[in-house]
């Protein structure tokens, strides 16, 4: 299996969205990008660990792609809004790409100019694009939120 990671906001709703993927075949909700080790949710939520919510997916090539995968995260929320996804505030909420390969931060790259260069937004596109780093998964509850909880989008 692949392994991708991908920050979008509130961990829940991406998550989500990824599960719903054929191909797709684990997602763990988590922690990526950060200075503290194996952080909580109320460290991560102080803005001071560095860490994004994060969803970690193993997929398998032979069913969805990379570039697939990229489409669906460019979807899912608004990559021109920097340390926020509506109403969510600060770096823990930051769009990110984390890449596991060379091949992935080339297709990651392309894409992002490819968006950049679209008329599909009016600002410029704030995602970044980083070398994946040690992973934490979230506490339990943070695992499969909307599926548990028969949610199926974030309060706004």
């Known amino acids: 299996m692949a392994q991708a990671a991908f920050g979008a906001g509130c961990f829940w709703g991406v998550q989500h969205e990824f599960d719903q993927m054929k191909g797709v075949t684990k997602t763990i909700a988590g922690y990526m990008g950060g200075t503290t080790k194996d952080p909580?949710?109320?460290?991560?939520?102080?803005?001071?660990?560095?860490?994004?919510?994060?969803?970690?997916?193993?997929?398998?090539?032979?069913?969805?792609?990379?570039?697939?995968?990229?489409?669906?995260?460019?979807?899912?929320?608004?990559?021109?809004?920097?340390?926020?996804?509506?109403?969510?505030?600060?770096?823990?909420?930051?769009?990110?790409?984390?890449?596991?390969?060379?091949?992935?931060?080339?297709l990651a790259e392309e894409s992002k100019k490819e968006l950049n260069d679209s008329s599909n937004f009016q600002r410029p596109i704030s995602t970044e694009i980083v070398s994946a780093s040690a992973f934490y998964p979230a506490e339990e509850y943070h695992q499969h939120y909307f599926q548990k909880n028969g949610v199926t989008g974030c309060p706004i």
């Open 40 to 106: 909580t949710y109320k460290e991560v939520c102080t803005d001071k660990t560095g860490h994004a919510e994060t969803v970690y997916l193993e997929y398998d090539e032979q069913i969805v792609s990379y570039k697939e995968l990229l489409s669906v995260f460019w979807k899912i929320h608004d990559p021109t809004q920097k340390n926020r996804q509506g109403l969510d505030v600060g770096t823990q909420y930051r769009s990110v790409i984390f890449y596991y390969s060379e091949k992935q931060k080339e």
